[in-house]
C-alpha cells in the first residue's frame, strides 16, 4: 500500500504542542489489519487508518506512539483499551452506555460493508437478490462479530440467527479461511479488509448484489489518560483536515471514502 511510512517509537509534529513545550502521547496500537494498519519489516507502520492518524496527531500537537499488538479477538482490544494499555481504537462506532469509559471522535472516515462468495457452482446462489432469499434457502453466512453490519442486514439478523444460519468470525483471515474451506456460502465483512485477506489467502470473491452498506466510524478514545480537551483538540484537528481536503486525499489513495 502507497502513502507515508510511521516509525515505531516516538516523533513530535506540529507547532500545536502544550503548555509544558512538548505535545501530548497518544498511543495506538499497531497489527496486521490490511489495508488499514500494516506493520512493516523494517519497523514502519503503513496502511489507511495509520495516515489518517499521522496527519490528525500532526495537527493536533500530539506526540504519535505505536504500540505493538498480537493477533487478538476485536473484544479483547476493548478491555486492552480500558486496561490502559493504549488510548485508541479505529473505526468505532458510538455504543450507548460507554461514556463513563470512552469518548468518541468526529467521523474520519467511512466504513462499507458487503456480501461476497466464492463458489461459482453453488446453485443456491442463482438469482440471489438479499437477505430473505437467504433465509429462505437456507444459506449458512459469515459475518463480522460486531453489531451495526448495515440496515439491510440487521433487518433479518435475529432471523437468520434463529434459524442457525450465522456463523461469526473474529478476524477476518479467520473469516476468509472459513470461506474457503466451505463452511458457508456468504460472508460479509469490511469491503477492504475481505477482499486484502481475500488476495492473500487467494480466494477468488464473487460480490453479491446485496448486503452493502456505508456508514461513518469513529476513533475511540479512552478516558485513562485522556479527557474532554484532547477530544475537542482531536475533533477540531479533524474538522480542519476535512476542511483542507487532506484527509479525502488520504482516503482516495486507499480506494476508502
Keep these: 500500500m502507497g502513502g507515508l511510512a510511521l516509525a515505531w517509537g516516538t516523533a513530535s509534529w506540529g507547532s500545536a504542542a502544550w503548555a509544558g513545550g512538548r505535545p501530548r502521547v497518544l498511543r495506538a496500537l499497531v497489527e496486521s489489519w490490511p ?3 500494516e506493520p512493516g519489516a523494517d519497523g514502519s507502520v503503513r496502511g489507511l487508518d495509520a495516515e489518517l492518524l499521522q496527519a490528525i496527531c500532526k495537527q493536533a500537537g500530539y506526540e504519535l506512539r505505536w504500540i ?3 493477533p487478538q479477538w476485536r473484544k479483547r482490544r476493548y478491555r486492552e483499551l480500558l486496561n490502559d494499555q493504549f488510548d485508541v ?7 450507548p452506555g460507554r461514556d463513563a469509559a470512552v469518548m468518541y471522535s468526529r467521523t474520519y472516515r467511512n466504513e462499507a460493508f458487503m ?8 446453485p443456491r446462489l442463482v438469482g440471489l437478490q438479499g437477505f430473505d432469499q437467504v433465509l ?13 453490519l448495515g440496515g439491510d442486514f440487521e433487518a433479518w439478523r435475529e432471523r437468520l440467527a434463529d434459524a442457525g444460519l450465522l456463523l461469526p468470525y ?13 463452511r458457508a456460502a456468504l460472508i460479509l465483512g469490511d469491503d477492504l479488509d475481505v477482499h486484502a485477506q481475500a488476495r492473500v489467502s487467494g480466494v477468488r470473491l464473487l460480490r453479491q448484489p446485496f448486503g452493502h452498506s456505508v456508514q461513518p466510524v ?3 478514545l479512552s478516558r485513562r489518560r485522556l479527557d474532554e480537551r484532547d477530544l475537542a483538540r482531536i475533533d477540531q484537528a479533524i474538522q480542519v483536515l476535512e476542511q483542507r481536503g487532506t484527509l479525502a486525499a488520504i482516503r482516495r489513495r486507499h480506494g476508502s471514502t
Excluded at 136 to 148: C, E, F, T, Y
Excluded at 170 to 182: A, H, S, Y
Design 170 to 182: 473474529q478476524t477476518t483471515r479467520q473469516g476468509v479461511d472459513m470461506l474457503r474451506l466451505g
Design 35 to 37: 489495508p488499514y494498519l
Design 68 to 70: 505493538r499488538g498480537t
Design 136 to 148: 429462505q434457502r437456507r444459506i449458512p453466512l459469515l459475518h463480522v462479530d460486531a453489531l451495526g
Design 218 to 220: 469513529c476513533l475511540m
Design 115 to 122: 456480501v461476497a462468495a466464492t463458489d461459482p457452482r453453488d
Design 89 to 95: 481504537i479505529f473505526s468505532a462506532t458510538p455504543v
